[in-house]
């Protein structure tokens, strides 16, 4: 049975830098084709994909954010962690993280289950 | 990139009645492998999204068969044969990285 949960901070300062981590079981971060991704909603908006990490440490980002993501990732713990740089009121938003494979050809796929998702809130 | 274009963004049906939702992409999705990567989620409100149909038209786990999905190339739908009151939130196509907008079903 495949479960995500993600934690961090519910509300973060403009400029500062916004550290989730998200915890898996069901799964190893350790087998070939498989990864951990980061997607976010703001409030009564539609979903956005972030970024991703498969298990040989092959890492992508979104590239409208790129330069203020980093993801990665601790298979021991079974962890994944998502870090933002210089958070913004827009950023305000719930925060999932999903399983994902990657096919032998090279193709990502979509999520297949996901965490519940955190809302986190930037303002003064 | 990809662009998905989903319609209509909001749709209203009677319990018992067919819906039927569209989901077009820029560029046609079928792989080299001979596989279309096209998925349908469904956000129930307050809730993550839950997957309902991968590879165009296989149900998920747990997935009633009342959902189906069908398409190919650049042209998807996903269909609710009779709708129950559980089935309100909003569904989403996606491909790769890349979500529609997002249509919302209520019941009327």
């Known amino acids: 049975q495949i479960t995500l949960k993600e934690s961090g901070p519910t509300l973060v300062k403009p400029t500062q830098t916004l550290t989730l981590t998200c915890t898996f079981s069901?799964?190893?971060?350790?087998?070939?084709?498989?990864?951990v991704g980061w997607i976010r909603q703001p409030p009564g908006k539609a979903l956005e994909w972030l970024a991703l990490?498969?298990?040989?440490?092959?890492?992508?980002?979104s590239p409208s954010l790129k330069s203020r993501l980093t993801i990665t990732k601790d298979t021991s713990k079974n962890q994944v962690v998502l870090t933002m740089t210089n958070m913004d009121p827009v950023d305000t938003a719930t925060y999932y993280c999903?399983?994902?494979?990657?096919?032998?050809f090279g193709l990502g796929l979509p999520p297949d289950y996901w965490g519940q998702g955190t809302l986190v809130t930037v303002s003064s | 990139d990809i662009v998905m274009t989903q319609t209509p963004l909001s749709l209203s049906v009677t319990p018992g009645q067919p819906a039927s939702i569209s989901c077009k992409s820029s560029?046609?999705?079928?792989?080299?492998?001979?596989?279309?990567?096209l998925y349908w989620y469904l956000q129930k409100p307050g809730q993550s999204p839950q997957l309902l149909i991968y590879?165009?038209?296989s149900r998920f786990s747990g997935v009633p068969d009342r959902f189906s999905g069908s398409g190919s190339g650049t042209d998807f739908t996903l269909k609710i044969s009779r709708v129950e009151a559980e089935d309100v939130g909003v569904y989403y196509c996606?491909?790769?990285?890349?979500f529609g907008q997002g249509t919302k079903l209520e019941i009327k």
């Open positions: 999903a399983h994902r494979r990657i096919t032998i």
């Open positions: 069901g799964f190893s971060l350790s087998t070939s084709g498989v990864g």
């Open positions: 990490i498969y298990w040989n440490d092959d890492k992508r980002y």
């Open positions: 560029q046609s999705l079928l792989h080299s492998d001979g596989k279309t990567y």
């Open positions: 590879e165009v038209s």
């Open positions: 996606m491909q790769g990285n890349t």
